[in-house]
C-alpha cells in the first residue's frame, strides 16, 4: 500500500520518503492529488518559514487536498513545519491561515531559551499512545525548532519535551498525528515511532 509524501516544492522532502522506504514502505514523494487521495497513509514534511510552506502548497493547490485526506478518516502524520501547518495561524507569519485541522496557534519559544531549539531532547508521552508510547524506555528525538504548537484544546497534545517549561513535542487529533522533532533524523528511536504508525494503521 502507498505512502504518499505530500511534495510542495520547500525543504528536504525526500527525507521523509527515504526513512519510510528503510521500513519497507512503498513511500512515494508527489504532487498529483489523485496519489495523495488514494493513498494508505499520507505525511505531510516540512522545513523552513510557515508562510512560505503554507504559500507553496497552496500553489500547488495541495490544501484542499489535505483537507480531503483528514476527511477520509485515513491516516496523517505531519512532520516539523508540517505539522504547525495543520495549525490556524502562525507567530512566523501574521496573516498567513494555517490549515486549520488542529485549532490552536503556533508561537514563538520563550524570549529566555535559546532559539531555536537545536537538540535531541526526551518526549514525555501523556496519555498511552499506540505510536509515541514505548513502555516506558526513554525516547530521544530530535528537535530543530523556534515556534512550537499551542492547541486550543489541552486534550490533543499527545507528548511533550522539557525545554525551559512544557513544549509541544507531538499532537493527536483523530485520524491526525503531528510531530514537532523529525523522526527522520533521529535515528532508531524515530525509525521504530513511523515503524509503528506504519503497523498501528495498517499500511505495512
Request: charged letters at 15%.
Amino acid at each position: 500500500m502507498t505512502v504518499a509524501v505530500i511534495d510542495y516544492g520547500i525543504g528536504n522532502l525526500h527525507s521523509a520518503q527515504k526513512a519510510l522506504r528503510t521500513l519497507g514502505a512503498d513511500a512515494v514523494l508527489t504532487d498529483s492529488a489523485d496519489v495523495i487521495t488514494s493513498a494508505a497513509g499520507v505525511v505531510l514534511p516540512g522545513v523552513g518559514n510557515f508562510g512560505a510552506c503554507m504559500n507553496a502548497l497552496r500553489e500547488r493547490d495541495l490544501d484542499g487536498v489535505v483537507h480531503a485526506v483528514v476527511d477520509s478518516g485515513r491516516p496523517f502524520l505531519g512532520i516539523c513545519v508540517g505539522m504547525q501547518m495543520l495549525f490556524d495561524s502562525s507567530e512566523e507569519a501574521p496573516g498567513v491561515d494555517g490549515l486549520g485541522v488542529v485549532g490552536g496557534t503556533i508561537r514563538y519559544l520563550p524570549a529566555e531559551v535559546r532559539r531555536p531549539q537545536m537538540q535531541w531532547n526526551e518526549l514525555i508521552v501523556g496519555t498511552p499512545d499506540p505510536v509515541l508510547s514505548r513502555d516506558g524506555d526513554p525516547q530521544w528525538m530530535y528537535f530543530v525548532h523556534s515556534l512550537s504548537a499551542h492547541p486550543e484544546n489541552a486534550s490533543d497534545v499527545a507528548a511533550t519535551v522539557h525545554y525551559g517549561g512544557p513544549v509541544t513535542a507531538a499532537c493527536r487529533h483523530d485520524n491526525v498525528l503531528a510531530v514537532q522533532f523529525h523522526p527522520e533524523k533521529s535515528g532508531r528511536a524515530g525509525l521504530a515511532m513511523l515503524n509503528r504508525w506504519l503497523s498501528h494503521e495498517g499500511i505495512s
